[in-house]
């Protein structure tokens, strides 16, 4: 029996706001094995970006565990934390967060530069992930050259370049139209189905979360099943 990829229990986290403690996380457990699809729906508010920042090893709880892939994050420092995320983790945004005057195949290859891999095998691997996102005619092309579908696939074929334990997609529908939200909910059903790939979808719209196979909500900073 494998360990679940990712474990929390009793993660606790607040902020203080001109002199308001805020709690935006309470007392969350969280369990997701290898290969699932989790969607964690909420309101503004509800502490949905709080959770996936710590999700990615972009802060840490006050209190509670959290490991990843047998990791324990609470007990690194920023250097480590930065070394578990461009190793474990792919991350795609609602905005694509691709770097505007670099090409397709220059985005891609920013993690690997990050990782330390020479040039002419991270262009070998960068190249190989915008084929296998059906970019091969698009490698040389600027952002703002794509359509929003094609910069969703290329932050995709960014995420995965390195073959992370877990993606992390935060709203990656919300910036573009129905029909191209859908081509991205397929992509991302194909990576999860075929190829096993663990994905944390983190979403406002049901219609998108109804694609993972367990779907969460989390309201007042305490997560739950949804009904």
Do not use: W
Request: charged share 20%; with cysteine; net charge negative.
């Amino acid at each position: 029996m494998t360990a679940p990829l990712l474990q929390i229990h009793g993660l606790h986290k607040a902020y203080v706001l001109d002199g308001v403690t805020i709690q935006a996380l309470r007392d969350i457990d969280l369990n997701v094995e290898p290969g699932e699809f989790v969607a964690i729906m909420g309101p503004s508010g509800s502490g949905k970006s709080t959770l996936m920042h710590i999700l990615g090893c972009l802060d840490v709880p006050d209190t509670g565990s959290y490991q990843l892939n047998g990791q324990d994050i609470t007990r690194m420092d920023g250097n480590q934390l930065a070394a578990l995320r461009n190793r474990e983790i792919g991350f795609v945004f609602q905005n694509f967060n691709l770097l505007p005057r670099t090409s397709a195949l220059e985005n891609v290859e920013t993690p690997l530069i990050y990782a330390g891999i020479g040039k002419a095998e991270r262009r070998q691997k960068a190249r190989a992930a915008l084929e296998h996102m059906a970019l091969g005619e698009r490698l040389y092309h600027l952002p703002n050259q794509l359509s929003g579908g094609q910069a969703q696939r290329v932050a995709i074929a960014r995420a995965l370049v390195t073959h992370p334990s877990l993606l992390l997609a935060d709203e990656p529908t919300g910036n573009v139209d129905t029909a191209t939200s859908a081509e991205i909910m397929a992509l991302l059903d194909a990576l999860n189905r075929q190829e096993g790939l663990t994905i944390v979808l983190i979403t406002h719209e049901q219609e998108v979360a109804g694609h993972a196979r367990r779907r969460l909500l989390l309201r007042d900073g305490r997560l739950e099943l949804q009904t």
